[in-house]
């Protein structure tokens, strides 16, 4: 099944403890991303990546790692988590950036 | 003015009305549009890309752009209960898919 994969569902963690949450897509999409959704604020673009080894910024990357060194994972590091990091996250890819997204199904994270 | 703006509130249906959403974008030069649905709780799901001036009509859903006026807009006929959700207008630009807020739809039977 054609899929966005994300990893873990739910995370409650401390301030400052570095974390990882994972993106895996089996499309062989050259295009991924990962967004934030905030209620009032809508989906917020955090970084996107054209292909392996190219990654840009996007509207909110400030707090926020990645990486592209395979075409099918593209994870999102928090280096030192903060409270105003509480969010729903949703990883997102597509065949090229003109075509539409598949989401994953999101990671809930709760920073405390 | 913001990238992407839906500013109509919840907009409530009688089962088996028609359903209208509207969107405007801000950057002239954006060249691919999209509609997707999302239920409470849940992901995004693409239901509509549109990439030309006009409508684009699939099933009981119909997209229309008009790139002169930087307005999207998608139509839902024949609402169903199913159709309560919250829909998402999203514009290509510069490499990046930016998000309107989203308009909340809920179908009364």
């Known amino acids: 099944e054609a899929q966005v994969t994300q990893n873990p569902r739910y995370l409650i963690t401390v301030t400052g403890k570095k974390l990882t949450v994972t993106c895996s897509q089996n499309?062989?999409?050259?295009?991924m991303s990962w967004y934030r959704q905030d209620p009032g604020l809508g989906l917020r673009q955090i970084y996107y990546?054209?292909?392996?080894?190219?990654?840009d910024k996007g509207d909110v990357p400030e707090g926020y790692k990645v990486s592209r060194k395979e075409k099918r994972n593209f994870p999102l590091i928090l280096e030192s988590p903060s409270p105003n990091q509480t969010s729903l996250y949703f990883c997102?890819?597509?065949?090229?950036?003109?075509?539409?997204?598949?989401f994953g199904s999101g990671t809930r994270l709760t920073v405390v | 003015q913001k990238e992407v703006e839906q500013n109509s509130g919840p907009l409530s249906v009688p089962e088996g009305a028609i359903a209208s959403l509207n969107c405007t974008y801000s950057d002239r030069v954006s060249q691919s549009f999209f509609w997707y649905r999302q239920y409470s709780g849940k992901s995004p799901e693409l239901i509509m890309s549109i990439y030309s001036n006009g409508d684009k009509e699939d099933g009981r859903f119909t997209a229309q752009l008009n790139k002169a006026s930087q307005y999207v807009s998608l139509l839902i006929r024949d609402s169903q209960p199913s159709d309560s959700a919250t829909y998402l207008c999203a514009v290509k630009g510069n490499n990046r898919l930016a998000f309107g807020k989203g308009n909340q739809v809920v179908v009364i039977p």
């Open positions: 499309m062989n999409h050259e295009y």
């Open positions: 990546s054209m292909n392996v080894e190219v990654t």
């Open positions: 997102a890819s597509s065949f090229q950036v003109n075509y539409g997204y598949t």
